[in-house]
Nanobody
Framework: QVQLVESGGGLVQAGGSLRLSCAAS????????MAWFRRTPGKEREFVAA????????YYADSVKGRFTISRDNAKNTVYLQMNSLQPEDTAVYYC?????????????????WGQGTQVTVSS
C-alpha cells in the first residue's frame, strides 16, 4: 500500500506561482513512476505532468508545457510540481498519482495510487 499526501495548494493571482508537493510512503520510492493530474467540476480528470523513475524524464500536457515543472527528490520521497504563470484555467483540484511498478504514467494510463488532492485557485 502506498500513501500519498499532497500539499501546497492555495489561492493565487493570475501570473503567480505555486509549488505543490506530494510525499509518498514506501522504501522504494526511487522506483515509482509519479505524475500529477487535475480535475475541475464538470470535467474529466486531466493529465498534467509525469516523471519516470529511471532517468527522471518528464512529460507534460500541452496546456502546461513551459509553465509547469515536475521534479522529484528520492531522498525525501517527494515529487513536486512547480507552477509558474498560473492562469484562471489552471484552477482545479490537483492529484498526485503513483505507480510503484515504475511503469510510465501517461494521459491514458495511470498508477494505482492517488492522493487526496489539493485545491489550486487562480483569480483573474
Amino acid at each position: 500500500q502506498v500513501q500519498l499526501v499532497e500539499s501546497g495548494g492555495g489561492l493565487v493571482q493570475a501570473g503567480g506561482s505555486l509549488r505543490l508537493s506530494c510525499a509518498a510512503s514506501g522504501r522504494t520510492f526511487s522506483s515509482y513512476a509519479m505524475a500529477w493530474f487535475r480535475r475541475t467540476p464538470g470535467k474529466e480528470r486531466e493529465f498534467v505532468a509525469a516523471i519516470t523513475w529511471s532517468y527522471g524524464s518528464s512529460y507534460y500536457a500541452d496546456s502546461v508545457k513551459g509553465r509547469f515543472t515536475i521534479s522529484r527528490d528520492n531522498a525525501k520521497n517527494t515529487v513536486y510540481l512547480q507552477m509558474n504563470s498560473l492562469q484562471p484555467e489552471d484552477t482545479a483540484v490537483y492529484y498526485c498519482n503513483a505507480d510503484p511498478r515504475g511503469v510510465r504514467i501517461t494521459t491514458t494510463r495511470f498508477g494505482d495510487y492517488w492522493g487526496q488532492g489539493t485545491q489550486v485557485t487562480v483569480s483573474s
